[in-house]
Each structure stands twice: as C-alpha cells, then as structure tokens.
C-alpha cells in the first residue's frame, strides 16, 4: 500500500552547506527525519553510510547551482554518485534549484550526462533566498506530501549511528541567517559571470555578507589573477587556506600567481602542499613542473610533468611543458614527440 513518508536525504556539494543546513532545519522543525552529511562522512564510509542512507529513505532532495556540477562529469564524483543511486533506488527525488540554476542554460547541460540527464525530468522547485521560508512550504506541503511506493531498505548499524551523529551536529548549530544565504546567491552569481571585473564585483559582495566564506575567497583570487592583479590573488587565496587549511587548491592559486610573480620558491612550497594534501593532484604536478623549469631544474620539471601524464593522460599543457623541459636540457627528440601529443590531445579537445 502506498503511503506518506517523512524520511528525506539531502544531497548538495559542501560550498552550499549554508542552503543544506537551512533546509535540514525547517524539515527537521516541522516533523521530518532528514539525514544530510553535515560534519564530513569519511570517503572509507561512503558506501555503507551515504549509500546506504539513501536507500534507507524515501525522499532525496538534491541542491542544485552551477557551481555544484561542475565536477560530476567524473564518475566517482560522490554528488553524482548520490544522484545515481537515488534515480536507481527510485526515491521521489526533488531537484531544489538555486540562485543561477537553470536546466536550460547551454553551461548547464554539459555536466548532465550518463544517469544524470534524467534530472531535468523530475519536478524541481526554486528556492531564492528573499522567499525561502514560502518555497520550503511548498516542498513540505506538494514535493514531499506525495504517496511513496518504493521499497525502503533499513539502515546499517554503522548508517543509522551516522544518521545520529550527523543530526546532533546539524541540530545544535546555529539558525542559518538569511545574509548568509544571500552571500551564497552572490558567490553562484560570481561563479556563472563572465567577465573577471564582475566576477570580483559578486564575491566581493559575497564575502561582506559571510567573512568566513573560504570558497569565495579562493574564487576572488582566480578572478584577480586574471586581471594580472597578483599581490591581491596571493592575499586572497592565503585568505581561503587560513580558513579552511586544507585547501588544496588554494596552494595551487596562490602558487600560480606566486609563480606569476617571480617567485618560484614560494610557488613550488604552495604545490608541494597541494600534492601533499591531495597525492593525485595533476594539476599540482605539471604547475610544480612549470616552476622548478623557471628555476632552471629542468630534471625536476621533467619528473613533475611526467607525473602529471601519469595521473591524467590527456593533460595537454603537462606535455607540452615537459617537452619545453626536455628541450632546454638538450632532448630534442623527446620534446618534439611532448610536442606533438600535445598538439594532438588539443587538436582532439576541439573535434
């Protein structure tokens, strides 16, 4: 027999979590049991955890911004892997679309592949921060007030200990304040602008509404770099790694524009770090690679790119810097075949 669940899981990439923690709250307040990672599931306990709480609940709610796609075009992204599981599992999954959401924006579509095309044929409801309070009536009274008919399966010991875990966390933190979610329309604004003078125009406004914003932070220093304005990059990217000091790739921002600067040695220290934190980090490998060639270890650089191409064999600008490297310590020969991989892997980017 059909029935009305109250069980809801909610999926959102971890640069929304004001926009989750919001949500949870005026669920959690009106009688539904919401399961939603707000501390950090450990990625060892994704399966039996994350998975397996979604398919231990009727509803899956799904925060979307164009910010939050832009990386489950990789198959293990764990966003996109909750996505799957829900559309599988058959969950009455609600797409929640966010400030500069749209699925009919051409910037949007490119993300939306395999499973994840089947997204924009689900019910989705806007949320704007100026009526937000109206939109989650209308999620709890027409999205979730709907019969379900899906076999729930019941959590894990080790799930349902998360679940508790998580919802002790996320009830004693504070009443999510409406500037913040403000800040967080401001910082998609920023993400989906084109042009770098109003991309730092949006964080900027972002960042005034929420001081503690490290992602904002970390996106003003790109925009920056590309007006050349490095001094400013540096200082906002050192910004985004006091708060969050695990940041990989704001090293890899504030190497960039250190390297841009001059200053290789504080560059290669700012890759070193990232490729600390994150050993896979391909992108840390080929810009360490650029620097230690500007300090003229052209051994280095060659390790470095090599490494790159190692963890991801399309890296076009790897083989290419390799191939600069190769060159100036005297390898003609391996330079010209860096050369040509890379004329062709970008050759095949444009087909």
Request: proline share 4%; aromatic share 10%.
């Amino acid at each position: 027999m059909e029935r009305i669940e109250k069980t809801v899981f909610i999926s959102y990439r971890r640069t929304n979590v004001p926009w989750a923690l919001a949500i949870y709250q005026n669920l959690n307040a009106n009688g539904f049991d919401v399961f939603f990672d707000y501390t950090g599931i450990a990625s060892g306990d994704f399966e039996q955890v994350i998975l397996g709480n979604i398919q231990a609940r009727a509803h899956f709610l799904v925060l979307l911004t164009p910010s939050a796609l832009e990386k489950c075009d990789a198959p293990d992204d764990w966003l996109r892997r909750e996505i799957e599981t829900a559309i599988e599992s058959t969950r009455n999954i609600v797409p929640l679309m966010l400030e500069g959401f749209d699925f009919g924006s051409p910037s949007i579509a490119p993300h939306l592949i395999g499973k994840l095309s089947a997204l924009s044929k689900y019910n989705g409801l806007k949320i704007p921060a100026d009526y937000f309070f109206e939109a989650m009536d209308r999620l709890r009274n027409k999205y979730l007030n709907v019969p379900s008919s899906s076999v729930l399966h019941p959590a894990s010991p080790a799930a349902a200990s998360a679940s508790v875990e998580q919802k002790e966390a996320a009830s004693a933190a504070p009443l999510v304040k409406s500037k913040e979610l403000t800040a967080q329309e401001w910082f998609e604004r920023g993400y989906s602008a084109t042009e770098p003078s109003e991309q730092i125009r949006c964080y900027f406004e972002a960042i005034r509404l929420k001081p503690d914003f490290a992602e904002a932070f970390y996106n003003r220093s790109i925009a920056r770099g590309l007006v050349s304005d490095f001094s400013g990059s540096i200082a906002d990217s050192s910004e985004a790694i006091r708060l969050k000091t695990d940041y990989a790739d704001a090293f890899v921002a504030r190497g960039v524009s250190r390297q841009k600067g001059g200053d290789f040695e504080g560059a290669i220290l700012d890759f070193s770090e990232a490729i600390r934190l994150n050993p896979d980090y391909a992108l840390a490998f080929g810009n360490r690679g650029d620097a230690r060639h500007g300090k003229g270890d052209f051994g280095g650089a060659i390790a470095d790119c090599s490494e790159a191409i190692r963890l991801k064999p399309d890296f076009a600008s790897a083989f290419n810097s390799r191939g600069l490297a190769r060159r100036a310590s005297g390898d003609e020969a391996g330079a010209l075949e860096d050369f040509e991989a890379a004329r062709n892997l970008r050759f095949k980017g444009e087909d």
